[in-house]
């Protein structure tokens, strides 16, 4: 069964600081890596994804994550944040056979003046 | 262009009524999922469409939750003898042909009394 960790719930860090949100899934079979971000009051959005390739991966609005096959992590970084990165964070992965994707519970990031 | 639409925004209901959800997806989107989101969770899998193949209804929580697609396009999530438990944000995302990203819609807030 797959499985998806986020550990962290709630992530406060101050404007310009660096911030890393953690996310570990379980699986027996290859898989697709997501984080999505959710901005108050609005859907869903893609911030990046690992398919295949180089393990370290660019998103939109700075950040990155690094796929460890190893640790079977794809944790989510940046080096400075802004107000505006204020959201939730879903770590998410699906199977390379098929359609079902497996989101983990959120992590709740606040970035403060 | 235009993105992937839930109506309505937001739904009030008395405990024991029927509601119906919509969901349209962008246009040739061939995938078609729908999620729910409870407080303090992450994204609960319902139920997976998949151009005209039979749905993934795996994640169904009961049998008065059910969803249909017709023609290939516009998708109805409909929960029936609602219950208080059934208050989350309902959330439906689709994917074009082979891509494995999901473009998400603003989701359905339903309320039970």
């Known amino acids: 069964a797959q499985s998806v960790t986020q550990l962290d719930s709630q992530v406060p860090v101050f404007e310009e600081a660096p911030v890393e949100l953690r996310c570990n899934y379980s699986s027996s079979v290859s898989v697709y890596l997501f984080w999505y971000v959710q901005y108050p009051n609005q859907g869903l959005q893609l911030l990046l994804k690992?398919?295949?390739?180089?393990?370290l991966v660019k998103g939109i609005n700075g950040f990155e994550a690094e796929f460890n096959k190893s640790q079977t992590s794809f944790h989510l970084r940046k080096p400075s944040v802004h107000i505006s990165d204020t959201a939730e964070y879903f770590c998410?992965?699906?199977?390379?056979?098929?359609?079902?994707?497996?989101f983990g519970t959120g992590t709740s990031l606040t970035v403060i003046p | 262009g235009a993105g992937v639409s839930q109506s309505p925004s937001n739904k009030v209901t008395e405990k024991g009524k029927d509601v119906e959800l919509r969901c349209d997806p962008i246009?040739?989107?061939?995938?078609l999922y729908w999620y729910r989101q409870s407080l303090g969770q992450g994204l609960e899998f319902l139920i997976y469409?998949?151009?005209?193949?039979?749905?993934?209804k795996s994640g169904l929580p009961s049998d008065r939750f059910s969803a249909e697609r017709t023609g290939g396009s516009v998708s109805t999530l409909t929960i029936q003898r609602t219950q208080q438990e059934d208050s989350a944000v309902y959330l439906c995302a689709s994917s074009p042909p082979g891509q494995e990203t999901q473009y998400f819609g603003p989701g359905t807030r339903l309320l039970v009394l």
């Open positions: 690992y398919l295949s390739g180089s393990t």
């Open positions: 998410a992965v699906s199977l390379n056979t098929g359609n079902q994707f497996y």
């Open positions: 469409f998949q151009g005209n193949s039979a749905p993934d």
């Open positions: 246009s040739g989107h061939t995938a």
